[in-house]
């Protein structure tokens, strides 16, 4: 099975949007000047400076929530995000019908990997406002990184009866379901993200890897290709092509493509794909009794795993069939200080007894040992 690599999304990245209530407006207007001023420094990332502003809008009017949750955004940008809390906090705390200051309270504390608090106060929004897709998304979110899939599957279906063309939605919608076993319902949410959408590649990637595995190597292939024409650098859709050209016996183009992955990113998964390969490259050479050929695979399935004895045994039996003794005898040498299984130790004694009698009879050799 192929190594399923999961990705989140979350919609809501910034928190630095002043929405004027109806409170604000009814604020001093010394409180609505600096407020501005505030939010013109932020436009500038001038954050430092925005921080003083949102304080003296605050001394002109202590209730004004909004002030609060930018002074939080604020220290959270320039990475002081325990400083920032208790500003998220009285801004709840004044203005404590305002469901949009507990939502953007708790996409930060999950921005931050404060994972369980970000939940509950991401449950207190939807609570607010059941029907807002923003919170009842990113509360899908948060379940996730709780790996509480099915209340984050929950969640998204509901988003997805509110707003039924979001392609992120659909995207971590069938991320949930592959996580519940449900296969069939990860298929049908990933078959709905938009072809045009950012995640759209990796859907793609998904919906070849759920066709691999149902042993349907056509689709998968059609998949991965339409995957790889969004995201042509995906190593990990580069490397599923390769086991694909495998199964299709293309054993040539599974190579090439599996060592420049390899020049790329070197590592236990990719050797023991290039290993396999050129074993099985090299075992249907042999059936077709091309022992030149199938001697040169095997030595490149050793290169991977040198240690291994069955590649050396068949190493040395090619080696003797295509007349390169010496080959032969080096082989047997690691087979033999590898072996492990009554088995191997039987094959590489039987193939040194061959080697012996062939070698005893060349003019000038003497017994191998």
């Not at 407020?35 to 209730?63: H, L, M, T, W």
């Not at 149902?214 to 998968?220: C, I, L, Q, R």
């Not at 995906?234 to 599996?258: F, P």
């Not at 032969?328 to 094959?347: C, I």
Request: aromatic content about 12%; some cysteine.
């Amino acid at each position: 099975m192929l190594k399923t690599i999961i990705i989140i999304i979350i919609i809501a990245t910034g928190i630095l949007e002043a929405v004027p209530t109806n409170l604000f407006y009814r604020s001093p207007i010394q409180a609505q000047t600096y407020f501005r001023e505030g939010i013109r420094q932020v436009k500038r990332q001038k954050y430092r400076s925005a921080i003083r502003s949102f304080r003296s809008a605050v001394q002109y009017d202590p209730n004004l929530g909004e002030a609060y949750l930018n002074l939080g955004a604020c220290y959270e940008r320039i990475d002081q995000f325990e400083k920032s809390k208790p500003y998220f906090e009285k801004a709840i705390s004044v203005d404590d019908n305002n469901s949009r200051l507990v939502y953007l309270y708790g996409v930060a504390l999950g921005r931050n990997n404060q994972r369980k608090n970000a939940v509950k106060y991401l449950e207190r929004a939807v609570y607010m406002d059941p029907k807002n897709p923003d919170y009842l998304y990113n509360l899908g979110v948060g379940y996730s990184s709780l790996t509480q899939y099915a209340y984050a599957a929950t969640c998204f279906e509901q988003v997805t009866g509110i707003v039924s063309n979001n392609s992120a939605v659909w995207y971590n919608l069938a991320l949930a379901k592959l996580y519940l076993s449900k296969t069939n319902e990860a298929v049908a949410a990933w078959e709905r993200v938009e072809f045009d959408s950012p995640v759209a590649a990796s859907a793609l990637y998904y919906l070849a890897l759920m066709a691999f595995e149902k042993h349907d190597y056509k689709t998968s292939m059609s998949k991965l290709k339409l995957s790889l024409a969004l995201e042509p650098g995906s190593i990990d859709a580069q490397y599923m092509k390769a086991v694909l050209y495998g199964k299709e016996r293309k054993y040539h183009q599974a190579i090439n493509l599996l060592e420049e992955i390899y020049l790329i990113k070197q590592g236990d998964k990719i050797e023991e794909e290039l290993f396999a390969q050129y074993y099985k490259w090299a075992e249907e050479t042999a059936e077709k009794k091309e022992f030149k050929a199938a001697l040169h695979r095997f030595r490149q399935a050793g290169r991977y795993k040198p240690e291994d004895p069955d590649v050396q045994i068949r190493t040395a039996e090619t080696a003797f069939k295509a007349g390169r003794y010496d080959i032969a005898k080096q082989a047997l040498v690691r087979a033999r200080n590898s072996a492990v299984t009554k088995g191997q130790e039987e094959s590489v004694n039987e193939l040194r007894e061959k080697l012996s009698g062939v070698i005893s009879k060349l003019p000038g050799q003497q017994k191998y040992k």
